[in-house]
């Protein structure tokens, strides 16, 4: 695989996992607005670490 299509990879994971989180968190959270469910979600991805 070259660099090139590890990244295109790395930046699919990505997005999936936060599709992934912000349908948990809806769930979860019913009451909550889709502005209030994306703001929790890109919050939890700020503080990630590795």
Do not use: C, D, G
């Not at 695989?1 to 968190?25: D, G, V």
């Not at 809806?26 to 209030?36: D, I, V």
């Amino acid at each position: 695989m070259t660099p090139a299509e590890r990244l295109k990879q790395a930046y699919a994971l990505y997005w999936t996992a936060r599709r992934l989180r912000a349908a948990n968190e809806r769930a979860l959270h019913p009451e909550w607005s889709e502005a209030q469910v994306e703001a929790h979600v890109r919050r939890i991805f700020l503080r990630a670490s590795t």
